[in-house]
């Protein structure tokens, strides 16, 4: 990838996942621009191993590099002046899926805090837990259930992480919120909930 920031903490983020010992849902990862406001957007998902496909839990990341941040960025690097630490937005979505029967939206109360643990001076915040019922139109198939638990938050990115990609802040604080999105994958995957089998292709 290009030597940028943001492709920087992309990487960290992926080490911290594969640190982890979670595994990616290659089909769900994407990179786009957004061609009228100019962010870039990077989407990517990551479950337990082992799990089939789709997963029973799995978790879905997405990290924006809005223009903001990419016009502070670019005055830091050809002016060397740091007027404003640029960020990154995240959104993190746990979703626990292939559900045989519709779940209690409070079973996550107490494994999905209102605030995610700090990664650096932030945190992210729950915004919503969300019950989902998918009723198919061959009325033959079975009703699919899922619940999802969105947080988000910005990621300010100090000044010593846009030298020249040799800092190690963006590993250790990406390392904390790849730890903390395996435990919770782990603690979803271990509630007592009847699931629906894998898809066997």
Same mark, same amino acid.
């Given at each position: 990838?290009?030597?940028?920031?943001?492709?920087?903490?992309?990487?960290? !983020?992926?080490?911290?996942?594969?640190?982890?010992?979670? #595994?990616?849902?290659a089909f769900d990862e994407h990179f786009q621009s957004d061609m009228l406001l100019g962010d870039l957007v990077w989407e990517t998902s990551y479950g337990l191993p082992g799990e089939g496909r789709p997963p029973r839990v799995v978790a879905h990341i997405t990290l924006t590099w809005p223009s903001w941040s990419q016009a502070n960025y670019r005055a830091w690097y050809t002016e060397e002046v740091f007027h404003e630490s640029p960020e990154i937005e995240m959104e993190i979505v746990f979703r626990v899926q292939r559900l045989a029967d519709q779940p209690d939206s409070?079973?996550?109360?107490?494994?999905?805090?209102?605030?995610?643990?700090?990664?650096?001076?932030?945190?992210?915040e729950?915004?919503?837990?969300?019950? *989902?019922?998918?009723?198919?139109?061959?009325?033959? *198939?079975?009703?699919?259930?899922?619940? *999802?638990?969105?947080?988000?938050?910005?990621? *300010?990115?100090? #000044?010593?992480? !846009?030298?020249?990609?040799?800092?190690?802040? !963006?590993?250790?604080?990406?390392?904390?919120?790849?730890?903390?999105?395996?435990?919770?994958?782990?603690?979803?995957?271990d509630l007592q909930l009847v699931y629906?089998?894998?898809? #066997?292709?």
């Open positions: 990838m290009l030597d940028h920031v943001f492709s920087d903490a992309i990487g960290a !983020l992926r080490d911290a996942f594969t640190n982890a010992f979670l #595994e990616r849902q409070s079973l996550v109360d107490e494994i999905a805090p209102l605030k995610s643990p700090k990664i650096s001076a932030s945190q992210l729950r915004e919503s837990i969300t019950v *989902e019922i998918t009723r198919p139109s061959q009325p033959a *198939e079975h009703i699919d259930y899922a619940i *999802e638990v969105t947080y988000s938050g910005d990621y *300010e990115l100090a #000044e010593e992480t !846009l030298q020249d990609g040799t800092s190690k802040l !963006l590993d250790e604080h990406f390392s904390t919120l790849g730890g903390w999105i395996a435990s919770t994958l782990v603690k979803l995957g629906l089998p894998a898809d #066997e292709s």
